[in-house]
């Protein structure tokens, strides 16, 4: 491969590049390494293109200060990136001043006469180091993170360290090393590049995932106690009545209300009232079966309906059941609370044809337990359970 075609190449990947993590750090929420990525490549991308317009083999005087200046801000630049993308508290100036001193070195170098060796010898060794650097961050705190992804950064980093550090023996020794070592160094910067994208763009992907099953989660349940809620249960009551197709099929929608929650909240505070809720919930759950539909649907209040019953007597044990469940003592923080529980129950198809009538006639026996004193149930229509 010419040494033009070796540049060519170069900048015209590391131009591409440029243009997609430029395009990835405008896409809001993608990652605030990506904007630091695309100043990085873009330097490499103007080292490259310094070598090509002033090849150091026709003895411009500017092309090794341009390509010395463009790869000593491009380490500090990928390192920020990969720190920001990583969210780890480094300080970064360190970076430069690694970058800086290599400058420095090649300066004094220069002033002082020494061989060519000895000059790069010093420059590379810093690059290497930050290169080792890199890869180790990326592999030491890549949990949480695209791991995949992670590795091979780290893979192609430790292997350009390797790269940059072998670099002016293996000139020495092989003059020819010089146009070769480009394009191997070429194709690792690209691996690490393609990598960070990869991590980039997985991120963005799982990100996206979560934020979507979340978003679901929340306009189905109700975030404190996770059951359904009112919405969903008018959904998962028509699904269940689509299925209640056998005959003598019973559907019964227990209502469910805290007696003297209230109290609760007002001496032990509302964080204990919450878990009083969430084991309430767990309880309902526990106490029907997993075709049934638990949800909450108010403050303390509670809907349960039983989808699969045979007859109507078993809605009357099922509402027993739950009130037993109720009432037993919740222990929260290694103290017990008491509670009770009005139930009023409906049932499919004789107290009602949808399900905001049986919530309606449910409600209504709820009220008549507790215009009886409380912590009872009751079926529609005042048959006592
Ligand atoms: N901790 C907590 N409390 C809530 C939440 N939502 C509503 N509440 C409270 O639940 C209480 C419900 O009021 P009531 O039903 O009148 O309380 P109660 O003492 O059970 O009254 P009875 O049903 O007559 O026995 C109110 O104090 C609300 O502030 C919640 O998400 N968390």
Not at 184 to 195: H, K
Not at 311 to 335: D, M, S, W, Y
């Amino acid at each position: 491969m010419s040494y033009q075609t070796v540049h060519t190449f170069g900048v015209s990947a590391y131009f591409i590049f440029m243009l997609l993590f430029l395009w990835m750090s405008m896409i809001p929420r993608t990652n605030p390494g990506a904007g630091w990525w695309a100043a990085s490549i873009c330097c490499t991308m103007l080292a490259r293109l310094s070598m090509f317009f002033f090849p150091p083999i026709a003895g411009q005087p500017l092309a090794g200060p341009l390509y010395v200046l463009f790869i000593s801000l491009e380490k500090p630049l990928l390192l920020t990136g990969l720190t920001r993308f990583l969210n780890l508290h480094i300080q970064v100036r360190w970076f430069w001043m690694a970058s800086l001193a290599s400058v420095l070195w090649l300066l004094a170098a220069l002033a002082a006469g020494l061989p060519p060796f000895a000059r790069a010898m010093g420059f590379c060794t810093v690059n290497a180091a930050l290169l080792l650097y890199m890869g180790w961050i990326a592999l030491k705190n890549s949990a949480g993170f695209p791991r995949w992804p992670l590795v091979l950064t780290a893979t192609a980093s430790f292997a350009l360290s390797a790269h940059w550090l072998s670099g002016p023996g293996l000139i020495e020794v092989f003059p020819a090393w010089a146009r070769n070592g480009f394009v191997l160094g070429t194709l690792l910067v690209l691996l690490q590049y393609l990598s960070l994208m990869t991590a980039v763009l997985s991120l963005f992907q799982s990100r996206l995932i979560d934020a979507e099953s979340k978003a679901l989660d929340l306009a189905f349940h109700d975030p404190l106690t996770g059951l359904n809620n009112q919405r969903y249960m008018k959904t998962l009551f028509d699904q269940a009545l689509v299925l209640a197709t056998r005959p003598h099929h019973v559907v019964a929608v227990f209502y469910i209300d805290l007696d003297n929650f209230k109290p609760i909240n007002d001496t032990a505070g509302h964080a204990v009232g919450d878990e009083v809720l969430k084991t309430v919930a767990a309880r309902l759950k526990s106490s029907t079966r997993s075709t049934d539909i638990c949800a909450r649907v108010g403050g303390d209040e509670f809907v349960v309906i039983a989808t699969q019953l045979d007859e109507e007597a078993q809605a009357g044990e099922v509402a027993k059941k739950l009130l037993a469940r109720l009432t037993e003592c919740i222990p929260v923080n290694g103290k017990e609370y008491a509670l009770g529980a009005s139930i009023g129950v409906a049932l499919y198809p004789q107290h009602g044809r949808n399900l905001a009538e049986l919530v309606q006639r449910a409600d209504k026996a709820m009220y008549q337990v507790k215009r009886n004193g409380k912590s009872g149930c009751e079926i529609f229509a005042g048959a006592a359970t």
